[in-house]
């Protein structure tokens, strides 16, 4: 596709429920990120692959939270047992290069996800 | 209008103006600086980026300025169009791998 595409749009969950939320890169970018964003703030990392291989999870919160890239492309991020904080917007973005500081971030529009 | 728990800073202008934006970021050994525009309900677009090896790096209508010894960045938007209006984040790039956003500014355009 011509960007990163986030599916779905908006999750509404019950607390205790598991979710997976999915992102679709832009086709032969090589690194995937995850980002979460509360409201008002700014997105913090949550996770980064490289191809298939998850090099970074530094940011995930909780052994709650799962990320995972079987094939280099699609990504799916599970959150087990939701929580009412975990409500928040979950970002995916994809680049080209290898490393960050070599490009810029291509941002899908995100999942927001509410937990009741 | 805002939301419970929105709080971020807010630059109002009047459509024609230039803006300017600020943002303080933290490690001093962040090499690599990018500024996103975010609308309601999209993510953060990229708008341009500077290394730090560079203080001043100019776009199509929008210069940013960094300024290592107080570690500061700045946005700098000429004739500001209704259409700019948004939330603004400056990001730095650590350890290669991720970005850290700072926490944003929200531009209202008033035309």
């Known amino acids: 596709g011509a960007g990163v595409s986030q599916s779905p749009r908006y999750k509404v969950a019950k607390r205790g429920q598991d979710v997976a939320l999915r992102c679709d890169p832009i086709s032969g970018h090589v690194s995937l990120f995850w980002y979460q964003q509360a409201l008002g703030q700014g997105p913090e990392f949550l996770t980064y692959?490289?191809?298939?291989?998850?090099?970074?999870k530094s940011g995930l919160p909780s052994d709650r939270f799962f990320a995972e890239r079987p094939e280099g492309s699609v990504s799916t991020l599970k959150i087990q047992r939701t929580q009412q904080e975990d409500s928040a917007v979950y970002l995916c973005?994809?680049?080209?290069?290898?490393?960050?500081?070599?490009?810029?971030?291509?941002f899908g529009s995100g999942t927001q996800l509410s937990v009741l | 209008g805002e939301s419970v728990g929105l709080h971020l800073p807010t630059l109002s202008v009047q459509e024609g103006d230039n803006s300017i934006i600020n943002c303080a970021y933290s490690?001093?050994?962040?090499?690599?600086f990018i500024w996103y525009k975010q609308e309601s309900g999209k993510g953060p677009q990229f708008i341009i980026d500077i290394r730090s090896n560079m203080d001043k790096r100019q776009g199509q209508r929008v210069t940013v300025l960094l300024n290592k010894t107080v570690k500061h960045l700045s946005l700098q938007i000429a004739a500001t169009q209704p259409g700019d209006s948004a939330v603004y984040f400056c990001a730095e790039n650590i350890n290669g791998n991720k970005l850290v956003f700072g926490a944003g500014t929200i531009l209202r355009v008033k035309s």
């Open positions: 973005a994809s680049s080209g290069q290898l490393r960050t500081g070599r490009g810029k971030l291509f």
């Open positions: 692959f490289q191809n298939e291989a998850q090099l970074d």
């Open positions: 490690n001093s050994a962040s090499d690599y």
